[in-house]
């Protein structure tokens, strides 16, 4: 595989960690955007060039227009236009119901897992220019997007309206070889699941609710956006694709 310049977003933790490591296993070069963990972000970047790859990292605000211009410049100024990207910067539902929730809270988090996937896929497609040539993004979602809880009204509402999002884009920019999918992973051992992830006994009360019954390793949800960003999946976009052991299955059990 020829070397590609990646962009991750959230790169410091998590998902989006995962995504640097799989990616710099490749060799290539991964701009890594953080927004509080310097030191994941460099950890990061110290795996990638271990690896053989190259790495930078890049503090960003994907809520900020003028954050997410600058990091692509400096991409772009460094390795050329990003040819893939990896949009996995967001927040976690608030448990509010909506009633109770305040309009600020429902900006902050639709700011980061909406509108931080627009701007971030418009730059980097403004970046690419017009040409017809190969390139992806992957939006990492939620099978909250399609599956609601109670308490997640903002959460959700942000992941359904990225499925929109994912669609439109695949099919505005087929015509130029740019392909958009969805990864819409369930329980997955990371940050946002800490409990779950320090709790063994918390954890299997929810694992029980999984068919194939255990929670997920962000490693697994990164080898599915590294086979999504991969020639092998070079006639998928448009694509909501859900990595949860079976547990969206399970909603409607019990009625």
């Given at each position: 595989?020829d070397?590609?310049?990646?962009?991750?977003?959230?790169?410091?933790?998590?998902?989006?960690?995962?995504?640097?490591?799989?990616?710099?296993?490749?060799?290539?070069?991964?701009?890594?955007?953080?927004?509080?963990?310097?030191?994941?972000?460099?950890?990061?970047?110290?795996?990638?060039?271990?690896?053989?790859?190259?790495?930078?990292?890049?503090?960003?605000?994907?809520a900020?227009?003028?954050?997410?211009?600058?990091?692509?410049?400096?991409?772009?100024?460094?390795?050329?236009?990003?040819?893939?990207?990896?949009?996995?910067?967001?927040?976690?539902?608030?448990?509010?119901?909506?009633?109770?929730?305040s309009?600020?809270?429902w900006?902050?988090?639709?700011?980061?897992d909406?509108?931080?996937?627009?701007?971030?896929?418009?730059?980097?497609?403004?970046?690419?220019?017009?040409?017809p040539?190969?390139?992806?993004?992957l939006?990492?979602?939620?099978?909250?997007?399609?599956?609601?809880?109670?308490?997640?009204?903002?959460?959700?509402?942000?992941?359904?309206?990225?499925?929109?999002?994912?669609?439109?884009?695949?099919?505005?920019?087929?015509?130029r070889?740019?392909?958009?999918?969805a990864?819409e992973?369930?329980?997955?051992?990371?940050?946002?699941?800490?409990?779950?992830?320090?709790?063994?006994?918390?954890?299997?009360?929810?694992?029980?609710?999984?068919?194939?019954?255990?929670a997920?390793?962000?490693s697994?949800?990164?080898?599915?956006?590294?086979?999504?960003?991969?020639?092998?999946?070079?006639?998928?976009?448009?694509?909501?694709?859900?990595?949860?052991?079976?547990?969206?299955?399970?909603?409607?059990?019990?009625?």
């Amino acid at each position: 595989m020829d070397r590609r310049t990646i962009f991750v977003t959230g790169g410091d933790s998590g998902i989006g960690a995962a995504c640097v490591a799989a990616f710099g296993a490749l060799g290539d070069r991964v701009a890594i955007g953080y927004h509080s963990d310097d030191k994941g972000a460099k950890s990061g970047a110290d795996a990638v060039r271990q690896a053989g790859g190259e790495a930078m990292t890049l503090h960003v605000d994907v809520a900020d227009e003028g954050s997410v211009d600058a990091a692509f410049a400096a991409i772009e100024q460094a390795w050329g236009p990003a040819s893939v990207l990896v949009n996995s910067a967001g927040m976690n539902m608030s448990g509010v119901s909506v009633r109770d929730m305040s309009l600020d809270q429902w900006r902050r988090l639709i700011d980061t897992d909406l509108t931080g996937a627009f701007l971030t896929s418009r730059r980097f497609l403004s970046g690419r220019g017009t040409e017809p040539a190969d390139a992806t993004i992957l939006q990492i979602s939620s099978i909250h997007a399609f599956a609601v809880r109670a308490g997640g009204a903002d959460y959700c509402a942000a992941k359904g309206g990225l499925s929109n999002l994912v669609e439109t884009l695949a099919i505005e920019e087929a015509p130029r070889r740019i392909r958009v999918n969805a990864i819409e992973p369930g329980m997955i051992l990371t940050p946002m699941n800490a409990k779950a992830s320090a709790d063994a006994a918390y954890r299997a009360t929810l694992e029980r609710n999984i068919p194939l019954g255990r929670a997920g390793e962000a490693s697994e949800v990164a080898d599915l956006a590294v086979f999504l960003a991969s020639d092998k999946a070079r006639y998928i976009t448009g694509a909501r694709i859900v990595i949860d052991g079976g547990l969206s299955l399970m909603q409607a059990l019990g009625a």
